[in-house]
């Protein structure tokens, strides 16, 4: 794969103008007008599905490398039609040329109004399948998943595991900061965490001397999965990258004290490494209504 890439300043840039180019080269197509989306999935049965196996969505490319358009479908289990959750959440493949179908074994992926889109990450020209549903979570946490259907062979090249993204654990030390570490990351990181300190000030968790005060259980920090994860060709090559975002937590789920930013690409044999990272700290901010119920006013 051909790694040289552009530097971060140029990257929003990208998702918006490379990113779009890069989805028409790559032939993806909404579905036809007789797309099953919304629908109950006609092959439920045939594949042994529960009866209410809706499609979620529909998107047609070649994906199993023969040259020809294949039919993907998102599906999942709705109580109702128009419910936006949908449980047991999969990728099933009709083949173009010979009808049959193929679907991954992704295990209890769950969530709010899924999107399938169709790029190819791995670089041998073929899409693959990427999908992003909502959790429902306060967390803003999305779930994402990548499989490949190279001859009809189908394979979770990007799951659970790999949208924990950046695994961050850390805790709050004298002075208004954050010392921990993070996967994938060569050394600790300190975060400077002053621009909330009067809120950590009102719920004593800090002195006005900068000292944490002693708790029965010690505050950490740590991050959620992916709030957004969105392919981007980095470097128009024809092949798509990972643009994520995650947040950094602290006191309670609305105490963001700080946001990881990282570019990964895939490197074979369903590994993903972080190509680019950076993590923001906060100059001023504003604080938040959830965060002042915790402390005196």
């Known amino acids: 794969m051909n790694k040289?890439?552009?530097k971060p300043v140029t990257y929003l840039l990208l998702a918006g103008v490379v990113g779009v180019a890069g989805f028409s080269a790559m032939n993806t197509q909404v579905a036809h007008a007789d797309s099953e989306k919304g629908k109950l999935f006609s092959a439920a049965a045939e594949l042994k599905l529960a009866k209410n196996t809706y499609v979620i969505d529909q998107k047609t490319a070649d994906v199993n490398g023969d040259k020809k358009d294949d039919v993907v479908y998102l599906i999942g289990e709705k109580e109702k039609e128009d419910d936006i959750y949908s449980s047991n959440m999969n990728i099933v493949v009709k083949d173009g040329k010979s009808g049959a179908y193929s679907q991954t074994d992704i295990k209890e992926l769950g969530g709010y109004e899924g999107e399938l889109t169709l790029v190819d990450f791995t670089g041998d020209h073929v899409a693959d399948a990427f999908v992003k549903t909502?959790?429902?979570?306060?967390?803003?946490?999305?779930?994402?998943?990548?499989?490949?259907?190279?001859?009809?062979?189908?394979?979770?090249?990007?799951?659970?595991?790999?949208?924990?993204?950046?695994?961050?654990?850390?805790?709050?030390?004298?002075?208004?900061?954050?010392?921990?570490?993070?996967?994938?990351?060569?050394?600790?990181?300190?975060?400077?965490?002053?621009?909330?300190?009067?809120?950590?000030?009102?719920?004593?968790?800090?002195?006005?001397?900068?000292?944490?005060?002693?708790?029965?259980?010690?505050?950490?920090?740590?991050?959620?999965?992916?709030?957004?994860?969105?392919?981007?060709?980095?470097?128009?090559?024809?092949?798509?990258?990972?643009?994520?975002?995650?947040?950094?937590?602290?006191?309670?789920?609305?105490?963001?004290?700080?946001?990881?930013?990282?570019?990964?690409?895939?490197?074979?044999e369903g590994k993903w490494n972080p190509w680019e990272v950076e993590y923001s700290t906060f100059l001023k901010k504003h604080q938040g209504e959830a965060i002042n119920t915790m402390i005196e006013k």
């Open 134 to 268: 909502a959790t429902g979570g306060s967390g803003g946490v999305y779930s994402h998943v990548i499989a490949t259907f190279e001859n009809n062979k189908p394979a979770v090249i990007f799951g659970e595991k790999e949208n924990e993204g950046i695994r961050f654990e850390g805790k709050f030390v004298d002075g208004f900061k954050v010392e921990g570490k993070g996967s994938h990351l060569d050394k600790p990181l300190t975060l400077d965490v002053s621009a909330n300190q009067d809120v950590y000030l009102a719920a004593k968790l800090y002195d006005k001397a900068g000292k944490v005060q002693p708790t029965e259980d010690a505050v950490s920090v740590f991050s959620y999965p992916f709030g957004s994860l969105t392919p981007v060709d980095m470097d128009a090559n024809g092949t798509f990258e990972l643009v994520g975002e995650q947040r950094l937590v602290g006191m309670n789920n609305t105490d963001t004290v700080s946001r990881i930013n990282s570019v990964w690409g895939y490197q074979g």
């Open 4 to 6: 040289k890439w552009m």
